[in-house]
């Protein structure tokens, strides 16, 4: 049975490797020691966010991070799916969609008014779970700017 369980200090080093893993697949920078840092800062304050470590069993499937904002365009509090990783070898059996599900149904008891995410174009399969489940693409676009 897959379960989400609610991330703690004990289990930084597992999500970070993680972390890791799934940034390597865009090829997306990533420093250990500040991603560390900023998991202990994120558990520590829960009205940043919640993650959670995706489990079937002693598995460790993936895992998945949600954040939160406030927004007068979106009529309230918006929850930000920001990162969902499944492992390789756990991808296409129910992990991402019961995730998905369990995501919605956590920031609608948080009172969220809208769930946003991201997803990178080429990653067909994500988008269409997202799509099954309700997501469908913004008219615009994100920008951005690095700030020390």
């Not at 420093?31 to 460790?60: C, K, M, Y």
């Not at 913004?138 to 700017?145: A, D, I, Q, S």
């Amino acid at each position: 049975m897959i379960k989400f369980e609610e991330l703690a200090i004990q289990d930084i080093p597992v999500i970070a490797a993680m972390m890791e893993e799934f940034y390597a697949i865009d090829g997306y920078d990533i420093d250990h020691d500040t991603t560390v840092e900023n998991f202990h800062h994120f558990v520590s304050d829960p009205q940043l966010g919640q993650a959670w470590l995706i489990r079937e069993g002693a598995d460790v499937l993936g895992y998945m991070i949600v954040v939160y904002f406030f927004s007068f365009e979106f009529k309230g509090l918006v929850g930000l799916l920001d990162e969902l990783f499944i492992h390789e070898n756990a991808r296409g059996k129910g992990a991402g969609k019961l995730a998905v599900e369990f995501a919605n149904s956590f920031l609608e008891s948080k009172q969220c008014k809208l769930i946003l995410l991201e997803v990178e174009q080429h990653n067909k399969p994500a988008i269409h779970l997202y799509e099954k489940n309700g997501f469908s693409f913004h008219p615009r676009r994100f920008m951005r700017k690095h700030i020390n």
